[in-house]
């Protein structure tokens, strides 16, 4: 079965600056996508990048780009020029062949102002 | 991007009565829905897959009479919680699967906060 760890229940930082949360994920499957997925304080979940495991090259959004490591099956997401809207509870997440979404614990970000 | 809305979106009912909750994709026909359950500050763990004219797909452990899902139509699924109990008591969430993207993308609904008394 498909497992999804994230190993920091709190980050924080410093508005502006840069921010790296860590994912890691264990698989059999070849073919699968990863996630990272927001949830502000409403509890609305937003989509904030995908990574196809197919694909090298590292997927990027504005200021959110991922770090995919598919043999260390490592998933970091890499948050720049964080701002104070950015401070939410970001869950990791595995999408198998059969479509379930499989979450990791979660981080929650605190941005100071 | 595609909306999913959840209806109600905050409910209280005694306990031993039954609730339900439906789940809506408002511009894509969505085949499969996914209902999910969230504890406060912990993650989404799934309960069932919802397949429209099918049975739903329940996940190891969860009680699937207690629980009852009916995706009727391509654009609605519905969990029933039957005869709740305080523990029942949480935030569910639902998404729906739009095969109309080519990485059959999920998307959420706002999810349901159910308290039982």
């Known amino acids: 079965a498909q497992t999804v760890t994230q190993s920091q229940p709190e980050m924080s930082v410093q508005e502006a600056e840069t921010v790296t949360l860590s994912c890691t994920y264990d698989t059999s499957e070849s073919d699968y996508y990863l996630f990272w997925y927001k949830q502000p304080p409403s509890r609305q979940m937003i989509l904030v990048i995908r990574q196809e495991a197919y694909k090298q090259q590292n997927a990027t959004e504005n200021r959110f780009s991922v770090n995919f490591q598919k043999a260390a099956k490592s998933f970091s997401l890499k948050i720049s020029d964080s701002q104070l809207g950015d401070a939410a509870m970001y869950f990791c997440a595995y999408r198998s062949e059969g479509g379930k979404l499989i979450f990791g614990q979660g981080t929650e970000l605190s941005v100071k102002p | 991007g595609a909306v999913v809305s959840q209806h109600p979106s905050w409910v209280i009912c005694k306990s031993g009565t039954s609730v339900k909750i439906e789940c809506r994709s408002l511009d894509f026909q969505a085949t499969t829905m996914f209902w999910y359950r969230q504890f406060p500050k912990q993650s989404l763990m799934l309960m069932a897959t919802?397949?429209?004219?099918?049975?739903?797909?329940?996940e190891q452990g969860v009680e699937k009479d207690k629980f009852l899902i009916n995706h009727a139509s391509l654009t609605l699924s519905t969990l029933t919680v039957t005869s709740a109990h305080p523990e029942d008591s949480s935030f569910y969430i639902c998404?729906?699967?739009?095969?109309?993207?080519?990485?059959?993308?999920?998307?959420f609904g706002p999810g349901t906060r159910l308290t039982v008394t």
């Open positions: 998404s729906a699967r739009d095969p109309g993207t080519s990485s059959y993308e999920q998307y």
């Open positions: 919802s397949n429209e004219g099918s049975k739903a797909t329940y």
